[in-house]
C-alpha cells in the first residue's frame, strides 16, 4: 500500500467540499465524516443509517467496532458533520438499517475502491499534487486535531498507535517543522 499524504490547506479542503457538493452528497458526507472522525474508510463505508441517526435526529456521538482492539470507539459527530448528514438525509428516503453511504446500483455500501476514486478525483479537481487516497481523511483529521490542540496521546489512542514519533509521522508532521499550537483558553 502507497503512503498517502493528509491535506493541511484548509482551503483546499473548502474546495473539495464545494467541489463535492456539486457532485453528489453522499461523497460530500463520506469526505466530511472522513476529516472531522479519522474513522478507518472500511468503517465508513459498513456505517448504517442507524448509527447516526436515533429515529428523531443525530447522534451526538457514533459507536464504532475497532477491528485492531475489539473495542469500541466513539467519535463525536461535530456541527460540520451534521449540518452535511441533515442535509444529505432530508433528500432522500430510508430506513435505519440503509448502509450510510449506498451505492447507486444496489442496496450495498460504495467499495473503498469506490471511495478511493471519490477522494482522489475530488483532490485532484483542486489542484493537490501530493499522494492522496482514503487514508488522507484519517490523516488529514489527526493533522488539524493536532494542530488545534488535540494531545498526541488521544491521537495516538485513535489510531492505535504505540509511540508519539509514530503518530507524529503518520499525520505528516516534520521533526523540523515549526509546531505552533493553539491553546485558547478563553476565560
Excluded at 68 to 77: L, T
Excluded at 120 to 139: C, D, M, P, S
Excluded at 145 to 153: F, L, P, T, V, W
Excluded at 155 to 166: G, K, S, V
Aim: proline residues 1%; charged residues 25%; glycine residues 6%.
Amino acid at each position: 500500500m502507497e503512503c498517502v499524504d493528509p491535506i493541511k490547506d484548509i482551503e483546499k479542503i473548502n474546495a473539495i467540499k464545494s467541489n463535492l457538493l456539486k457532485q453528489s452528497k453522499r461523497d460530500l458526507l463520506l469526505f466530511v465524516l472522513g476529516i472531522n472522525t479519522g474513522i478507518r474508510v472500511h468503517d465508513l463505508l459498513s456505517l448504517k443509517i442507524g448509527d447516526v441517526w436515533d429515529g428523531k435526529g443525530i447522534k451526538e456521538f457514533l459507536s464504532v467496532n475497532d477491528a485492531d482492539s475489539r473495542d469500541k470507539k466513539v467519535h463525536y459527530i461535530n456541527n460540520q458533520v451534521k449540518t452535511v448528514l441533515l442535509s444529505y438525509l432530508a433528500g432522500m428516503e430510508f430506513v435505519e438499517s440503509d448502509y450510510l453511504f449506498k451505492s447507486k446500483k444496489n442496496d450495498l455500501p460504495i467499495s473503498r475502491q469506490q471511495a478511493y476514486r471519490i477522494i482522489n478525483h475530488a483532490a485532484k479537481e483542486v489542484g493537490i499534487t501530493g499522494k492522496i487516497g482514503t487514508q488522507t481523511l484519517r490523516k488529514t483529521f489527526g493533522y488539524h486535531a493536532y494542530r488545534k490542540g488535540i494531545a498526541i496521546s488521544i491521537l495516538m489512542a485513535i489510531y492505535n498507535h504505540h509511540t508519539h514519533a509514530e503518530t507524529l509521522r503518520y499525520i505528516g508532521i516534520e521533526k523540523d517543522e515549526e509546531q505552533f499550537i493553539k491553546v485558547d483558553v478563553n476565560l
